[in-house]
């Protein structure tokens, strides 16, 4: 079974992170790079060995997750798309079985926003993780005076955590924000579409989603 430390130790896939991490960083992105990726990878596997799935999906999950921004490296329009198919060619060269590969790549392929679907348990965990990852540490810019919307929401984000309830009926997004750096609204109004995506993502696991910001729920 493939593993997901196999992979975080592959050097060719560290370098095409990191690669894809530097074009986005020229286009004024934030990060995008192993911090992130880690994060989506052990969020994704979280939902899925919470929730009593097998082993092996929370692996594959977990590999999702650390290769979902790849395709970056081609470009940011996209990128899900050209991830899915470098994801392919990678785990075929690295001998993977085909069912594995598929799970992966449909996983991928699928996480962006402008073509998300939550197809299947790993896809919808992958989708939850990545678009749940908001916080100050992912901006790059460090002129405040030059922070668009973007930087500064996410720079308002002091804290933020992926957590299912005890009885594994629902997740919640909690979010620490920094109200003196932007508004709860300013999240909403680029953030609406994720958290969209968030809910449909948490059905297909059968879960509810809910948005917790500074202790309050607003979902």
Known sequence: MLKYNDIRKNEKIRTYIRKADESLNVMGYTEHSFAHVTKVAENA??????????????????????????????????????????????????????????TVVTAIGNHDESAANSLTPVTAALILADKSDACYTRVRNTDFAKFDIHDRVNYSVRKSELKINPEHTSVTLSLTIDTELSAVFDYFEIFLNRMVLCRKAAE????????EVNEQRLI
């Open 45 to 102: 596997r979280y939902l899925l060995k919470t929730m009593g799935f097998s082993e092996e999906l929370c692996e594959l999950a977990a590999i999702a997750g650390y290769l979902h921004d790849i395709g970056n490296m081609v470009n940011r329009e996209g990128h899900a798309h050209h991830g899915a198919l470098i994801a392919f060619a990678l785990l075929e060269d690295m001998g993977v079985d085909a069912e594995s590969i598929a």
């Open 204 to 211: 297909m696991l059968g879960l509810k989603f809910h948005l």
